[in-house]
Structure formats: structure tokens, C-alpha cells
């Protein structure tokens, strides 16, 4: 290189300073070089640039759009929350108010029944009495007449002669209970 050095330094032409032709020649390659850039690398890098912020720009888009949908489904969803606990709390409270009712009808049936019962009880308590005084009447007439036959040493087999002194014992006995109980 040293050699190279020196025989340019004796043929007068400065190393420095660069040969036009080679300058020519580079310029030109550089020209052609950046004409193809600019005609075909340079567009295909817009087009690929282009795609690639239309597809950035419609997915932000479909985010977006997406986003509104969800949000109305939410607002849907919590709409449809709020009447479905509405619905549930009225219609518990339909059941509440027929729980009660049906149990006021039923204790209202009860009770009529317990009184039906207890009417027919009284009812059959007082034919039994009055079938016990009727039959006690009948033995106790009955009793008394031989009892005071048997006292008086005369027969009391006459039916209305009986009749009339069982009739007369049964209401002083009456007269005295009555009197007792006052």
C-alpha cells in the first residue's frame, strides 16, 4: 500500500480526492438503486403498512363494537336480574297471602266443626238424659209402688193410682233439690 501511496504521489494525482469517472459511476449506481427503492421496495412497504393499520383500526373497531354489545348484554342481564327478584319477591308474597288465607279458611272450618261436634255432643247428651229420667221415672215409679205397697200392706197395682203417687214422690223430691240448690 505504501507502494500505492508513492507512485500517486509521483504521477501528481492526489489520493484525496476521489477519480470523477468512479464518482460517475457510483452516482449512477446509487441513482438506479434508488429508483427501484422508491418504485418498488417503498410501496410495497406502504401497502404491507397500510394492511397492517387497516387490520389495527378494524379490530379496535370490532373491540369496540364488541365492548357496546357486552355492555348491553350487562345492562340486559341486570334488567332481566332485577325483574326475575321483583317476580320472585311478589310472588312469595302471593304465597304468603294464600299460606294465610288457606289457614284462616282452615281454623274457620275447624271451628265450625268443633261446634257441629260439640252441638251434637249436647244434643245426644241431653236425649240420653231425658232418656235416663224417663227410664229412672219408669223404675222409680215402679220401685215406689211396690215399696209402698209393701208399707201400706194394700196392693197398688192400679196403673193410674200408681201413676199419680210415682207423679207426687217425683215432685217433692224436685221441690227439695230445687230448694237445696237455691
Known amino acids: 500500500m505504501n507502494q500505492l501511496i508513492i507512485s500517486a504521489a509521483t504521477e501528481g494525482v492526489n489520493p484525496l480526492v476521489p477519480n470523477p469517472w468512479e464518482m460517475l459511476v457510483v452516482f449512477a449506481g446509487f441513482a438506479v438503486l434508488m429508483f427501484i427503492?422508491?418504485?418498488y421496495v417503498?410501496?410495497?412497504?406502504?401497502?404491507?403498512?397500510?394492511?397492517r393499520a387497516e387490520a389495527i383500526e378494524g379490530g379496535i373497531a370490532k373491540a369496540e363494537k364488541a365492548q357496546a354489545e357486552?355492555?348491553?348484554?350487562?345492562?340486559?342481564?341486570?334488567?332481566?336480574?332485577?325483574d326475575a327478584r321483583a317476580e320472585a319477591n311478589r310472588i312469595r308474597e302471593e304465597a304468603r297471602a294464600e299460606g294465610a288465607q288457606i289457614l284462616a279458611d282452615l281454623k274457620e272450618?275447624?271451628?265450625?266443626?268443633?261446634?257441629?261436634?260439640?252441638?251434637?255432643?249436647?244434643?245426644?247428651?241431653?236425649?240420653?238424659?231425658?232418656?235416663?229420667?224417663?227410664?229412672?221415672?219408669a223404675e222409680v215409679g215402679t220401685l215406689a209402688?211396690?215399696?209402698?205397697?209393701?208399707?201400706?200392706g194394700e196392693s197398688l197395682d192400679d196403673d193410674a193410682r200408681a201413676a199419680r203417687v210415682v207423679d207426687r214422690f217425683l215432685a217433692?223430691?224436685?221441690?227439695?233439690?230445687?230448694?237445696?240448690?237455691?
Open 109 to 137: 272450618k275447624a271451628a265450625a266443626e268443633s261446634a257441629r261436634i260439640t252441638a251434637q255432643a249436647h244434643a245426644a247428651i241431653q236425649s240420653e238424659r231425658q232418656a235416663a229420667v224417663i227410664s229412672l221415672r
Open 37 to 39: 427503492v422508491v418504485k
Open 70 to 82: 357486552a355492555s348491553a348484554a350487562l345492562e340486559e342481564y341486570k334488567q332481566q336480574l332485577t
Open 42 to 51: 417503498v410501496p410495497m412497504f406502504e401497502k404491507t403498512f397500510a394492511e
Open 145 to 152: 209402688t211396690t215399696l209402698a205397697g209393701r208399707i201400706v
Open 172 to 182: 217433692d223430691l224436685e221441690n227439695q233439690n230445687a230448694g237445696a240448690a237455691k
